[in-house]
């Protein structure tokens, strides 16, 4: 059996799997845009080991011009093993899956203020995030923040494990606008 090995692309650490994992996301949401529950399945794979490897993250939308914040999906690796392995086996059965997992019940529920209501350019107020990082159980949060269409924002919450290299964060922020698309 030929043994696979990895390239590493640019110095950057990006492994072709990597690469090929993400770019096959947007096809995925083409694919099943009519699956309720895509954007949760689109965190999923962004949360995983096999991807980012996050503890916890949660992505929301946050319109300023009507001051507030919806929770949209929620990822805990403790609550992976409620799924089957591959998510797109059959994804219409994900959200049955999911239905006991906690942090992702809570995040799918949440409704608050927005935390970018009180400036005028509607950017995301770094200290709101942590404080609600915080709130959210999570340790060390972080987050990335995009423009998306209505003047609203995206907002990824998360908690990173050790394995999250620096080029990886960079990759992570271009690529959970994939997640606005659900």
Same mark, same amino acid.
Request: aromatic share 10%; proline share 3%.
């Given at each position: 059996m030929k043994?696979?090995?990895?390239?590493?692309?640019?110095?950057?650490?990006y492994?072709q799997h990597?690469?090929t994992?993400?770019f096959s996301?947007?096809?995925?949401?083409?694919r099943y =845009?009519e &699956?309720?529950?895509? /954007?949760?399945m689109? +965190?999923?794979e962004?949360?995983?080991?096999?991807?980012?490897?996050l503890?916890?993250a949660?992505?929301?939308v946050?319109?300023?011009?009507?001051?507030?914040?919806?929770?949209?999906a929620?990822?805990?690796?403790?609550e992976?093993?409620r799924?089957k392995?591959?998510?797109?086996?059959?994804?219409?059965?994900f959200?049955?899956?999911?239905?006991?997992a906690?942090?992702?019940?809570k995040l799918a529920n949440?409704y608050?203020?927005?935390?970018?209501?009180k400036?005028?350019? =509607?950017? &995301?107020?770094e200290d /709101?995030?942590?404080? +609600?990082?915080?709130?959210l159980?999570m340790?060390?949060p972080?987050?990335v923040?995009?423009?998306?269409k209505?003047g609203?924002?995206g907002?990824?919450?998360?908690?990173a494990?050790?394995?999250?290299a620096h080029?990886?964060r960079?990759?992570?922020h271009?690529?959970v606008?994939?997640l606005s698309l659900c």
């Amino acid at each position: 059996m030929k043994k696979r090995t990895e390239k590493t692309f640019g110095g950057n650490g990006y492994h072709q799997h990597d690469l090929t994992q993400f770019f096959s996301l947007p096809h995925k949401i083409l694919r099943y =845009h009519e &699956v309720d529950g895509l /954007a949760q399945m689109i +965190l999923h794979e962004l949360g995983h080991n096999k991807s980012f490897g996050l503890n916890k993250a949660g992505y929301f939308v946050d319109n300023p011009d009507f001051n507030c914040l919806r929770g949209v999906a929620g990822f805990s690796c403790d609550e992976c093993s409620r799924h089957k392995n591959d998510l797109w086996e059959t994804p219409n059965s994900f959200l049955d899956d999911m239905k006991e997992a906690e942090f992702h019940q809570k995040l799918a529920n949440f409704y608050h203020n927005s935390v970018s209501h009180k400036n005028k350019n =509607h950017d &995301v107020e770094e200290d /709101a995030v942590y404080e +609600l990082g915080k709130a959210l159980g999570m340790i060390k949060p972080e987050f990335v923040a995009w423009k998306i269409k209505h003047g609203n924002n995206g907002l990824l919450l998360f908690e990173a494990t050790d394995q999250l290299a620096h080029h990886h964060r960079d990759l992570l922020h271009n690529v959970v606008p994939l997640l606005s698309l659900c």
